[in-house]
């Protein structure tokens, strides 16, 4: 057999154009092949937390797994599974679940961290 080596390690950064206006640190969702977006609503299609602001056209590295401190949407009492809400926040309401509050979120803005 072949030595093999994965395109890309669970956990680690992944980089993908950006197919519209992207704030760092929030949910992204892909919209396209190779292309990522602020995530929506309850998106079943999040794949990270992107690392830095970017426009339409850019790269933009996306980080996968871990912890991420992310941006809530309203409050989520910590050991929440949370979703994605509008704009790439984090809510605790929704089918599709992307981790767990390791802290808690009183107000919509607050931070939270979630291990993804």
């Given at each position: 057999?072949?030595?093999?080596?994965?395109?890309?390690?669970?956990?680690?950064?992944?980089?993908?154009?950006?197919?519209?206006?992207?704030?760092?640190?929030?949910?992204?969702?892909?919209?396209?092949?190779?292309?990522?977006?602020?995530?929506?609503?309850?998106?079943?299609?999040?794949?990270g937390v992107a690392g830095f602001d970017a426009e339409a056209g850019d790269t933009v590295t996306v980080?996968?797994?871990?912890?991420?401190?992310?941006?809530?949407?309203?409050?989520?009492?910590?050991?929440?599974?949370?979703?994605?809400?509008?704009?790439?926040?984090?809510?605790?309401?929704?089918?599709?679940?992307?981790?767990?509050?390791?802290?808690?979120?009183?107000?919509?803005?607050?931070?939270?961290?979630?291990?993804?």
């Open positions: 057999m072949a030595d093999y080596l994965p395109k890309y390690v669970p956990g680690q950064a992944i980089t993908l154009t950006a197919a519209a206006k992207i704030t760092g640190g929030t949910l992204v969702e892909v919209s396209a092949a190779g292309t990522v977006a602020p995530a929506g609503a309850d998106s079943a299609k999040v794949v980080y996968r797994g871990g912890v991420q401190r992310l941006t809530a949407a309203g409050a989520i009492p910590a050991g929440t599974q949370v979703a994605a809400a509008a704009g790439g926040k984090a809510i605790a309401t929704g089918t599709n679940k992307i981790g767990v509050a390791l802290t808690g979120a009183a107000n919509a803005n607050d931070v939270v961290d979630v291990a993804l």
